[in-house]
Each structure stands twice: as C-alpha cells, then as structure tokens.
C-alpha cells in the first residue's frame, strides 16, 4: 500500500469518527429509548408482583373447593 493511500484512507477515518461523534454529541434523545423501556419493564414487574399473590390465592382456594364425587 502507497503512503498517498495509506493517509488518505486515515483522513477518511478520522472524518467519518469526527462527524459520528459530533452527531452523538448533537443529539438530544441520547439514551431515551434505553430508559423507557427500562420504565416499562419494572412497571410490568410491579403489575406482576401485585397480581400474582391475589391470583394464587383464589386459584388454590377455588381448587381447594372442587369435589371430584368423593373420590
């Protein structure tokens, strides 16, 4: 590989660096997404843990009251 093509192919890179970090740097939704869905997993994990005590409990207590004819 020439020199010519050598830096110019590390110029390409730093420019292509250079533009996706000032892109970063200029958005302003940086790690939005991430921290609304971490919101919507612990709401989900709260429903469940509040659910599911009361579902087991009249579950086991409805089969408790099943009669299978005195078998």
């Known amino acids: 590989m020439n020199r ?3 830096m110019t192919t590390l110029i390409l890179l730093k420019m292509t660096l ?10 302003d939704e940086r790690g939005s997404e991430t921290t609304e869905k971490v ?18 409990g ?6 408790n009251a099943l009669n299978f004819g005195g078998m």
């Open 18 to 27: 250079a533009g996706r970090l000032r892109a970063l740097r200029d958005s």
């Open 58 to 63: 009249k579950l086991s207590a409805w089969f």
């Open 4 to 6: 010519t093509r050598f």
């Open 39 to 56: 919101l919507w997993i612990s709401a989900v994990i709260a429903a469940v843990l509040l659910v599911y005590p009361i579902l087991t």
